[in-house]
Nanobody, 117 residues
């Protein structure tokens, strides 16, 4: 299984980006039943959870992104997305997708998001 993330870039504050993460090599039924999420890492800080789908399909968001970010997925494409609106400089970081299968974590390669003021 390999997670391929894309969609990062540089935007000004208030702009939008949409991240995508494709789970190559993952069986469809496994994808639909797995917990998955997006994490963010900035220099000097630990990787932090931004948004997630729990294994029962519920969504959770970090307080700082509520109302601005939306996690979604397309099961048939085995892809999880993160729509980021009204971006702030504090959202700058490397974003990683994660899928957890039977307590094993799979990570994407990270995609850089830079938000300038």
């Amino acid at each position: 299984v390999q997670l391929q993330a894309s969609g990062g870039g540089s935007v000004q504050a208030g702009g939008s980006l949409k991240l995508s993460c494709v789970a190559n090599g993952m069986i469809w039924s496994t994808f639909t039943a797995s917990r998955m999420g997006w994490y963010r890492q900035t220099p000097g800080k630990q990787r932090e959870l931004v948004a997630e789908f729990t294994s029962d399909g519920k969504t959770n968001y970090q307080d700082s992104v509520k109302g601005r970010f939306t996690i979604s997925k397309n099961n048939s494409r085995k892809t999880v997305y993160l729509q980021m609106n009204d971006l702030e400089p504090e959202d700058t970081g490397v974003y990683y997708c994660n899928i957890q299968v039977w307590s094993r974590d799979y990570w994407g390669q990270g995609t850089l998001v830079t938000v300038s003021s």
